[in-house]
């Protein structure tokens, strides 16, 4: 939960909250193509189409239950239940089994963080998209940017009074000298899990929490100590056949005459480099103090103080953090004991060792197993 949202509900008017609610019905078994159904709720009287986080929102009656949650008994199911007068949801429905599966996200901010919008073409948008190929103009700012709702990634360009202004219509500029995207309560991620009731009027769901569907189990994959299920150079594995190796290592200690650097003795060179990394000198008292290091063969040869500064009393506050440097790469191939090998013999042990060698520091593993599961924790007396 933002600051602002925090604030405003101890604040004494802290406004107008608007309820918003996503279906995305890619979750289940629609295809992905399918475009993401945004609705609020109507309440407070606002019967108009409104614009949040750069997404279109339309009104329609939504009744949204049962979301609280306790410490105590059962995971929350709640109910939503749409109207269905037009009876579009009961043609969706037909398509793709009743919903099953599909994810409702339930967004809530008050209504004053609203972005500002420009009305062109009959619609309220608060950006432009252009370069994707579904040449849709009333795309959304999320189906803009994702390849899957209009066949490539679009540029998402957001309005202001005068481009708005130069838009088809013209456009008509409305704004919020306090709208802010980032003030909302934490978002609310559910799944349909049944269609409870459909009517000629409404429609009714029940939700679940993710990990509550029908079928599905925790944990998701055995439990194993040293062993990674991950395919070698698959997905999840990540490994090319080449050790990525980071420029790391390189030192040096100052030196302070009157009170300003003079000088940066190299203490270690480090491995690796294969850019000029950057220097940066800290300390607590002094600041002005600038350098620049050379590369030699890999490692820090060399650093010149190209500024003094001044206030530095105590050198032993005085710290030299060098940055950057870049990565390169070597190739890498061990066989099922771990000892170094050739390409054609390369095979992963599947072990933590075997991923370390691949992935060494600081590098993040990838590792799929679960090594903590292989501690002994002693016995409890």
């Not at 294969?274 to 002005?288: A, H, Q, R």
Request: glycine content about 12%.
């Amino acid at each position: 939960m933002s600051d602002k949202i925090t604030a405003d509900i101890h604040g004494f008017e802290p406004g107008a909250i608007i309820e918003l609610f996503e279906l995305d019905l890619s979750a289940g078994i629609a295809p992905l193509t399918e475009p993401i159904l945004r609705w609020h709720s109507g309440i407070n009287e606002n019967m108009q189409e409104v614009v949040w986080q750069g997404n279109r929102y339309s009104a329609m009656p939504i009744e949204a239950e049962g979301f609280e949650f306790s410490g105590m008994g059962s995971i929350p199911r709640p109910t939503v239940t749409v109207a269905n007068i037009t009876s579009i949801l009961s043609s969706v429905i037909n398509s793709y089994d009743d919903l099953v599966g599909a994810k409702i996200t339930r967004k809530k901010t008050f209504a004053k963080y609203l972005d500002s919008y420009c009305y062109t073409s009959g619609y309220p948008t608060a950006g432009a998209c252009t370069g994707e190929s579904g040449s849709d103009p009333s795309l959304s700012k999320s189906d803009c940017l994702d390849c899957n709702k209009n066949g490539s990634v679009g540029t998402w360009t957001v309005y202001n009074k005068t481009t708005c202004e130069a838009a088809a219509g013209p456009g008509i500029w409305y704004t919020s000298a306090i709208a802010d995207d980032t003030a909302h309560f934490p978002e609310e991620i559910w799944y349909v899990d049944r269609k409870a009731v459909e009517t000629r009027t409404h429609i009714q769901f029940e939700l679940t929490a993710a990990h509550d569907i029908h079928g599905v189990k925790l944990p998701s994959r055995t439990v194993v100590a040293n062993s990674c299920p991950w395919l070698y150079k698959g997905v999840e594995c990540g490994y090319t056949g080449n050790v990525i190796i980071h420029a790391d290592g390189g030192a040096g200690t100052a030196t302070v005459t009157a009170e300003a650097v003079s000088s940066i003795i190299l203490s270690a060179t480090g491995a690796a480099y294969i850019e000029v990394p950057t220097v940066l000198i800290t300390s607590d008292t002094g600041t002005g103090a600038t350098a620049t290091v050379s590369i030699n063969g890999g490692g820090i040869s060399t650093f010149t103080v190209t500024a003094g500064g001044s206030g530095y009393t105590n050198v032993d506050d005085i710290d030299v953090i060098i940055s950057g440097g870049g990565t390169s790469s070597t190739p890498g191939s061990w066989d099922i004991n771990n000892a170094a090998t050739s390409a054609a013999n390369d095979i992963c042990s599947k072990t933590f060792t075997a991923c370390e060698l691949r992935f060494p520091e600081p590098a993040e593993s990838p590792f799929g197993g679960f090594p903590g599961a292989g501690i002994n924790m002693g016995s409890i007396r």
